[in-house]
């Protein structure tokens, strides 16, 4: 397949797209979210000037900025475009897909007009400073490298909607459940050890395995203990080797694991607790509320996808690396929210709707061989798919064009020779 017709093709896959995730909206904003998933791959940014300049519109650039920016700013525009994701992801969800949620931020230390600025903390660097929060959640299987982004939402602790943490994680969990009518495993890390969420998990009958820290109190038998203490009273008859991949040095872990019965404080409802020793000090202690017994490949599957909440860190810093998302320079708060639904939807148009979908690996090896990668193809094969997008389109001068119409042969004879 040559250059040009990959270009046409992508171009084409596009169009088709962003006609599935725009459906219901209005023929100019359809036009604009077809004009911003071409404009962020082509250019890797998002910023709304480097945006207009992949389209080559013939009117002034700031003309272009302009409009880009008024559609930016549409109500409802971040609801439409994430449900229209997790309508077009939901088929692939199944009753054991893991459903992992994290949470992150967008720091902007050197911003000061940006609505709602809040104070964050940068995991990268350990400092606190001006930003946003972000929640995301990504789908998975176990012992899969592939992944589905579903959710991403941005928002600030000082805006007014702004109803607590709990809600925020509350509405992704809602959101996506429903799309997916309650398939999948919720999996959180220790920031979801709260009673709020445990209760709200219970009530809804949703499943998870969620991380605790070590002062939560659970009942173990007839006593109320610090869930640290039951840890270590807990049998751990099984081991395994895990090796984990950290900054391109592979580093190896044995491990050992076994679970208890225990129940929440007031809530006489069973759960499993998950104990993991050989990852650090303190034993990685994981609740669930999936069946648990005697037994290695039911205990593992529960280590295992707690594990595979990893492959959230990596999702996450393809998505802010690959589209330059710390560099975002819009200045309301609904624009901001807006411009995550868009990255969102390049984000699975390149991990989902190019990188796996089989009538389309012909253009998806294309665009691979494209991206050129001296060490290969790693598992995580994103950013490869995201360079060669960019690369394919930057190379086209003409912008986003409307694809050809197909050929009819000519049937009919004409009226006037």
């Not at 009117?59 to 077009?88: A, D, F, H, M, Y």
């Not at 720091?107 to 990268?124: F, I, Q, R, W």
């Not at 593992?300 to 393809?318: A, C, H, P």
């Not at 589209?323 to 990255?343: C, F, G, H, K, S």
């Amino acid at each position: 397949m040559n250059l040009a017709k990959v270009t046409g093709k992508l171009k084409e896959q596009i169009y088709i797209f962003s006609g599935k995730l725009s459906w219901g909206l209005p023929k100019v904003s359809g036009r604009f979210v077809r004009e911003a998933l071409y404009g962020i791959q082509s250019r890797q940014s998002v910023r709304l000037s480097e945006v207009a300049r992949a389209l080559n519109d013939k009117v002034p650039l700031i003309k272009t900025i302009n409009r880009l920016s008024r559609q930016l700013s549409r109500e409802g525009l971040w609801q439409k475009l994430s449900g229209g994701i997790l309508r077009l992801a939901a088929p692939s969800i199944e009753v054991d897909t893991l459903l992992i949620l994290d949470t992150s931020d967008i720091t902007k230390p050197h911003a000061k007009g940006m609505e709602h600025l809040d104070k964050v903390y940068n995991g990268s660097d350990g400092t606190v400073g001006d930003g946003y929060w972000t929640t995301q959640v990504v789908a998975c299987q176990t012992g899969s490298s592939e992944v589905i982004p579903l959710y991403c939402r941005l928002y600030s602790q000082s805006a007014p909607d702004f109803l607590g943490e709990n809600r925020e994680i509350e509405g992704a969990i809602g959101m996506v459940s429903r799309a997916t009518e309650g398939r999948g495993i919720w999996v959180i890390d220790r920031g979801a050890d709260r009673r709020g969420l445990f209760d709200y998990f219970l009530t809804e009958g949703r499943r998870f395995i969620i991380r605790l820290k070590g002062d939560r109190s659970m009942i173990y038998g007839a006593k109320r203990l610090l869930v640290r203490e039951i840890a270590q009273r807990c049998s751990l008859p099984y081991t395994e080797v895990i090796i984990k991949e950290e900054k391109s040095v592979e580093k190896r872990y044995d491990i050992s694991f076994g679970f208890c019965n225990v129940q929440l404080p007031d809530a006489p409802v069973p759960l499993g607790l998950v104990v993991v020793r050989g990852f650090g000090e303190e034993p990685m202690m994981l609740l669930t509320n999936l069946p648990l017994r005697k037994n290695r490949e039911v205990l593992y599957f529960v280590v295992e996808s707690y594990i595979s909440r990893w492959k959230v860190e990596e999702t996450i810093r393809f998505v802010k690396q690959s589209y330059r998302l710390e560099d975002i320079r819009l200045l309301t708060y609904i624009r901001l929210q807006n411009m995550m639904a868009l990255v969102l939807a390049v984000a699975f148009f390149a991990a989902v709707y190019i990188g796996r979908r089989l009538k389309l690996e012909a253009l998806s090896a294309t665009v691979l061989r494209v991206s050129k990668r001296i060490f290969g193809i790693p598992d995580f094969r994103y950013y490869a798919i995201a360079d060669g997008i960019k690369r394919v389109l930057e190379r086209d001068s003409k912008g986003l064009l409307p694809p050809m119409p197909p050929w009819v042969p000519r049937t009919q004879l004409k009226l006037f020779p």
